[in-house]
């Protein structure tokens, strides 16, 4: 069994031996990365974030951004699908009965949040679905967008007006087969072909009122203090780890295409060297900002919050320009499936219109550069 000490080897031989060969294919039919996942798990990669006591790695988000970015160098699908996981389950791990924490440190329990909606579309704190009481149980009506592992998931961290208190929402644990949930699916995108990001209608959906996460009104202050922090860092490792990856992708390219009428190699043209030069850089720049972020989080710096907006506004930003960079150094060969830089320059655009989208980020860290309240 995969324990804090052995998780490392582990996922690297999975990203190796599974995660990478399975990439192209999960891409190109649109697939759920299901054996990466299914190998994640067997290995106990999915309790990254859980209870040593539930039989999770206890990792923290460290520990579950290495895990991501790893990845996210293979198969940005499987990183999205294992990132939204983590972020579920470190709400469940706060709020849930300890069997629902157990299934999700097996795996047995694929976690995912449901916070977007069509209404308020990437103001992801602003649900408009609602919870209403009928015989003993609550009801819930949603049209929630963009949900990651929509149809695979086991069960959704959902959000919705509060059932009777005061504030912005509650937060639910909501079953992927309850009566009443249809996914609008299949997904057919452009970039995170394989991450099964779907819509996601409710209508009259029974659940207990034992399914509540936390307080009734209390899902502002659980999205802000346990779910924005990670996702926004393994949304970051996510892009960061798909940055490494075209870093080496081009800088082998350059090393092995010859100009045979010159007798040289497209890496001996320094215009070329300048180029993987600021890829490099500007990846480093991406790593050592979340880097910064984590310490932040974990010794409670004041400035915790605004590292949390920074990482993922820098992450998703300086993805796009490294991989325009990759497309334009390898040229006609980068619109090829076979040297796989394609991949990931459709796939890095997808951080950027996740909400908080990068827009929205750029709003908050102005606001709170200029002492203005967030929300």
């Known amino acids: 069994m995969t324990t804090t000490e ?9 990203c190796a031996q599974t995660i990478g060969p399975a990439a192209a ?16 798990q067997a290995a106990g990669l999915l309790g990254a974030v859980s209870a040593v ?38 709400v469940l791990e706060a709020y849930a009965p300890v069997d629902v ?14 916070f977007s909606e069509e209404g308020s579309r990437s103001h992801f704190w602003a649900p408009l679905s609602t919870a209403r009481p009928e015989g003993g149980d609550v009801l819930l009506d949603a049209r929630k967008s963009w949900i990651t592992s929509a149809s695979r998931a086991t069960a959704y961290v959902w959000s919705s007006k509060p059932l009777a208190a005061e504030g912005l929402s509650t937060l639910w644990l909501v079953p992927a087969k309850a009566d009443g949930i249809v996914v609008e699916g299949p997904f057919d995108g452009m970039g995170l072909r394989g991450n099964d990001s779907s819509r996601v209608r409710a209508q009259a959906v029974r659940v207990k009122p034992s399914a509540m996460l936390g307080a009734d009104g209390k899902g502002f202050d659980i999205m802000m203090a346990v779910v924005l922090p ?28 010859q100009y045979e009428h010159l007798g040289s190699r497209l890496a001996d043209l320094a215009t070329i060297r300048n180029y993987i030069a600021r ?14 972020t984590i310490a932040a989080m974990e010794s409670g710096r004041p400035d915790t919050m605004l590292r949390v907006l920074e990482c993922k506004a820098a992450a998703a930003e300086t993805a796009t320009e490294v991989l325009d960079l990759a497309m334009r150094i390898c040229g006609g060969a980068a619109f090829r499936k076979d040297v796989g830089i394609e991949r990931y320059f459709r796939d890095t655009r997808a951080a950027g ?14 606001k709170a550069v200029c002492g203005m309240p967030l929300f």
């Open 25 to 40: 294919e999960v891409d190109r039919n649109g697939a759920f990365p299901e054996k990466s996942i299914a190998a994640l």
């Open 6 to 14: 052995t998780y490392q080897p582990a996922l690297a031989r999975i």
């Open 53 to 90: 006591e539930v039989g999770g790695l206890a990792l923290g988000a460290r520990g579950a951004a290495e895990i991501v970015g790893r990845v996210a160098q293979e198969c940005g699908s499987s990183a999205m699908v294992l990132a939204m996981h983590y972020c579920g389950t470190a």
């Open 279 to 292: 890829m490099r850089v500007k990846t480093d720049m991406a790593r050592a900002l979340l880097e910064d």
């Open 101 to 114: 924490r157990r299934a999700a440190a097996s795996g047995d329990h694929l976690s995912t949040l449901a």
């Open 353 to 366: 219109v996740m909400g908080p989208t990068t827009d929205v980020l750029y709003d908050f860290i102005g």
């Open 230 to 257: 990670l996702f926004n860092v393994l949304n970051a490792a996510c892009s960061i780890g798909m940055m490494e990856a075209a870093v080496t992708r081009t800088a082998q390219h350059a090393g092995g295409v």
